[in-house]
T-cell receptor
């Protein structure tokens, strides 16, 4: 079974500061890992994904995440926050054999960017 | 552009009055999903179609039904909406891998 824990339901950063959103997963099999972003009254948009290969994954809008198996983590970072990054961020995990119909989302982290 | 479209974006219904939400896709994906997302919560999978094969999540209420007349379209029917059904409803598609493409959602208000 898979599950995801996102530490911190709300994170506030100043514009230009480092963004760090934490995600820890639990999986009985090697996982696929995802970060999605949701802007107000919009659907979810894929930021990045890890399936195999390089553990540092680069996504859209300057975000990246590193898969650390020893820490069962997949934290999302961005070196310099922009006002447009204010949104809800969801980490998700699925088993490699089960596909998106067994995709488990975390409870989300709302990012606020302070001017 | 290939995309997932949901109509309407905002739907208001009365308690107990049936409502249908629509989703269409131009991605030609064989899998379509319906998620329910309540305020400040993660999306919750209601059901999905793999081609015409319908798969209901165990805890999806009987009040929720779905139809997929063809590859492009999928509908969510709520037979007797209650106040607890007010939420954002998200449609998503997949080509069979663990990658979802979401529509913009329909926000349902129940009066």
């Amino acid at each position: 079974a898979q599950s995801v824990t996102q530490l911190g339901s709300h994170v506030s950063v100043s514009e230009g500061a480092l963004v760090l959103l934490r995600c820890n997963y639990s999986s009985s099999v090697p996982p696929y890992l995802f970060w999605y972003v949701q802007y107000p009254n919009q659907g979810l948009q894929l930021l990045l994904k890890y399936t195999t290969g390089a553990t540092l994954v680069k996504g859209i809008n300057g975000f990246e995440a590193e898969f650390k198996k020893s820490e069962t983590s997949f934290h999302l970072t961005k070196p310099s926050a922009h006002m447009s990054d204010a949104a809800e961020y969801f980490c998700a995990v699925s088993g490699r054999q089960t596909g998106a119909n067994n995709l488990f989302f975390g409870t989300g982290t709302r990012l606020t960017v302070i001017p | 552009d290939a995309m997932v479209i949901q109509n309407p974006r905002y739907q208001v219904t009365q308690f107990g009055k049936p409502v249908t939400l629509s989703c269409s896709q131009t991605l030609n994906h064989n899998v379509m999903y319906w998620y329910q997302q309540k305020s400040s919560q993660a999306p919750k999978l209601l059901f999905h179609y793999y081609d015409k094969d319908f798969n209901n999540e165990a805890d999806t209420p009987d009040n929720f039904q779905s139809r997929r007349p063809n590859t492009s379209f999928c509908f969510l029917d709520i037979r007797s909406p209650g106040l607890g059904d007010a939420a954002m409803y998200l449609c998503a598609t997949s080509s069979g891998e663990s990658l979802l493409f979401f529509g913009p959602g329909t926000r349902l208000t129940v009066l």
